[in-house]
């Protein structure tokens, strides 16, 4: 015979388990999203910047946006109660959208080349 300690934690164990899917999913998009957030903030400052001026605000601000993001991934893992490949994968798909939107961008409002005579 079950004990309704036994009943209640098989009927709530589901549930619990669904949260933390969300809570990871959910936080791997956050921070994937914050990222992008990040990224063009970054790119809107450095289009209006010097040639010179321009590289290094691109890729400082890449190097400090990949260390924040893995610190934050690293720290997350560690201490919340997520399902690390919901996480993961929920991170690293925003990631990828995010990447192919911002060299769409750059391209996109990059100058022309002058012609060459």
Sequence with gaps: MLSWKTSL???TRPIVMAAEL???IGLGAGIGLLYG???YLTYRRALSAPKHRFLLLVWGGLVVRLFA???AITLIVILA???VPAF???FFGVFVVVLV???YVLHRTRPPK???T
Excluded: F, N
Aim: charged share 10%; glycine share 8%; proline share 12%.
């Design 9 to 11: 934690l098989t009927y």
């Design 22 to 24: 969300w809570l990871s």
């Design 37 to 39: 957030g990040a990224s």
């Design 69 to 71: 993001a893995l610190s």
């Design 81 to 83: 109660p997520v399902r």
């Design 88 to 90: 993961v994968g929920a």
């Design 101 to 103: 939107v911002e060299i």
């Design 114 to 116: 002058p012609p060459e």
